[in-house]
């Protein structure tokens, strides 16, 4: 695998960490331009994930979104909030202090959770 340069990796994060909402990879590309190739974008937010830097969140429409990690390692991810998908804007968004709770049998481990709610965001409904 090629190696990835610091200063994009750098760069992307930076990007993903000063966003307000979720950042697909389009979005990101979008932001860029052509300094850096679409499978150079890839490899690094697949790093970022790995290295607990971000998680990536799956919208409403199948698009993989990135947001920054907070409370996550390179061993272990901790994503116990909710992501809300407006579905005017198509933005996602980390609603960070709502924690969803529920109860799976006892024989089960959760390694992974990914809660996603979906409607309108207070942006569109202003519209």
């Not at 979720?22 to 052509?34: E, K, M, P, R, T």
């Amino acid at each position: 695998m090629k190696e990835i340069k610091t200063g994009s990796k750098a760069h992307i994060l930076q990007l993903i960490s000063q966003s307000e909402t979720a950042l697909s990879h389009h979005d990101l590309q979008q932001i860029i331009g052509d300094a850096k190739n679409r499978v150079t974008i890839y490899r690094i937010l697949d790093k970022l994930v790995e290295e607990g830097a971000v998680h990536k969140v799956i919208d409403t429409d199948g698009i993989s979104k990135f947001a920054a990690c907070h409370q996550c390692s390179h061993t272990h991810h901790v994503h116990n909030h909710v992501h809300f998908s407006c579905t005017q804007c198509h933005e996602v968004t980390c609603l960070e202090d709502l924690i969803p709770s529920f109860e799976i049998p006892k024989n089960y481990t959760v390694l992974e959770s990914n809660f996603v709610l979906s409607g309108i965001c207070p942006a569109c409904k202003k519209l």
